[in-house]
């Protein structure tokens, strides 16, 4: 998605292998606990993402917490089996991923944000995906993220709204080197 001025750097590239907290009780700061790491400890330039699930019927949960919903073990499907358990009887199954990109460049700090909106299931249904896509359809559509194909996923997900925004910042922006 981004023009060929840029060179992208993965943290694997870097030497970068540490697992970074993030403790804040945002999408939006534990995206820039994410981008500030790399910016401080390598010196790049650098964006970062967060992702949670927010479900009407909960408040928003698990929002901030999707990853570790069930416990710290980042378990996809204990994190299921808990939410679907949440909205047991529950009728307003209406939910929402939001991703947000955290962008540190030349000084200064952006944020991108993009978000689906769709229902939850009763139990889950495919095997594509990860996460919550088993059990979240978006609206418009039958099939959960785990039925759709990449392909069709990527061009409606979160992601790659909040990834639109950000190539389109840059893009349209100029940055002295």
């Not at 993965?10 to 995206?31: Q, W």
């Not at 993009?114 to 229902?119: A, C, L, P, T, V």
């Not at 594509?128 to 088993?134: A, K």
């Not at 194909?149 to 061009?155: G, H, I, R, V």
């Amino acid at each position: 998605m981004l023009s060929d001025n840029y060179i992208l750097t993965g943290l694997s590239d870097i030497n970068c292998s540490e697992d970074v907290a993030e403790t804040a009780d945002t999408l939006e700061g534990n995206a820039l606990i994410k981008a500030r790491y790399v910016k401080d400890h390598y010196g790049y330039d650098c964006f970062a993402d967060d992702t949670g699930l927010e479900v009407e019927a909960l408040d928003g949960e698990p929002g901030v917490y999707s990853a570790r919903y069930a416990g710290p073990a980042h378990d996809s499907q204990a994190n299921i089996r808990k939410l679907l358990q949440a909205l047991e009887g529950e009728t307003n199954r209406k939910a929402r991923f939001r991703t947000v990109i955290a962008l540190a460049l030349k000084g200064k700090e952006y944020v991108f944000e993009g978000i689906i909106e769709g229902n939850i299931t009763e139990s889950p249904r495919g095997n594509n995906g990860f996460g919550y896509d088993p059990v979240f359809v978006p609206d418009g559509f039958t099939k959960t993220f785990a039925e759709l194909s990449d392909q069709e996923k990527n061009a409606i997900s979160h992601r790659a709204k909040a990834v639109h925004q950000l190539a389109w910042f840059l893009s349209s922006h100029t940055f002295e080197i």
